[in-house]
T-cell receptor
Framework: DAGVIQSPRHEVTEMGQEVTLRCKPISGHDYLFWYRQTMMRGLELLIYFNNNVPIDDSGMPEDRFSAKMPNASFSTLKIQPSEPRDSAVYFC???????????FGEGSRLTVL | GQSLEQPSEVTAVEGAIVQINCTYQTSGFYGLSWYQQHDGGAPTFLSYNALDGLEETGRFSSFLSRSDSYGYLLLQELQMKDSASYFCAVGSNTGGFKTIFGAGTRLFVKA
């Protein structure tokens, strides 16, 4: 199995630009999670989906952030407009059944100048 | 809400045993997990405890006491490659199933 695939691996953009991060979960997994990692705040849960439906988006920082999962094999996290404080590593993870092991992608490192 | 506490940093020597503790507060608790993360890498799963007691996987063991809201990760026969960050994470089924991570413990293994 290819594992969780995220793109891009690295993105550098300027403040105010739109950023779209992509994730392909492991086939057959029915839960997908988006996390953000920074030195200051650690690994924060932003939003998660079950069977393509958003279940809890209480971790999304503000309206500039949005996430979609149009089908079982694809999800996006969009930031519009981006700000320097959004600079972080964004991880996507998937699992089956909700409990136990999360399988993480390699992450997308975002730098907003 | 959820909160987890674990030490920020631990240092040990190669070949030794180290224990990383984790205390938690959460509603709808259903399990405690441990993850390892090397610099620049992604978190990788180490172990999961849903019930009280000890789970052993090779050099790594994890313990859970639900009544004390406490768990630990035990690493034996430490190797240099074990230098990494270790995260405890609680599973909560309040409003669906989700996993919340602690701040992580940075482990330094010295020769």
């Amino acid at each position: 199995d290819a594992g969780v695939i995220q793109s891009p691996r690295h993105e550098v953009t300027e403040m105010g630009q739109e950023v779209t991060l992509r994730c392909k979960p492991i086939s057959g997994h029915d839960y997908l999670f988006w996390y953000r990692q920074t030195m200051m705040r650690g690994l924060e849960l932003l939003i998660y989906f079950n069977n393509n439906v958003p279940i809890d988006d209480s971790g999304m920082p503000e309206d500039r952030f949005s996430a979609k999962m149009p089908n079982a094999s694809f999800s996006t996290l969009k930031i519009q407009p981006s700000e320097p404080r959004d600079s972080a590593v964004y991880f996507c993870a998937s699992t089956t059944g909700g409990a136990g092991e999360l399988f993480f992608g390699e992450g997308s490192r975002l730098t907003v100048l | 809400g959820q909160s987890l506490e674990q030490p920020s940093e631990v240092t040990a020597v190669e070949g030794a045993i180290v224990q990383i503790n984790c205390t938690y507060q959460t509603s709808g608790f259903y399990g405690l997990s441990w993850y390892q993360q090397h610099d620049g890498g992604a978190p990788t799963f180490l172990s999961y405890n849903a019930l009280d007691g000890l789970e052993e996987t090779g050099r790594f063991s994890s313990f859970l006491s639900r009544s004390d809201s406490y768990g630990y990760l035990l690493l034996q026969e430490l190797q240099m490659k074990d230098s990494a960050s270790y995260f405890c994470a609680v599973g909560s089924n309040t409003g669906g199933f989700k996993t919340i991570f602690g701040a992580g413990t940075r482990l330094f293994v010295k020769a």
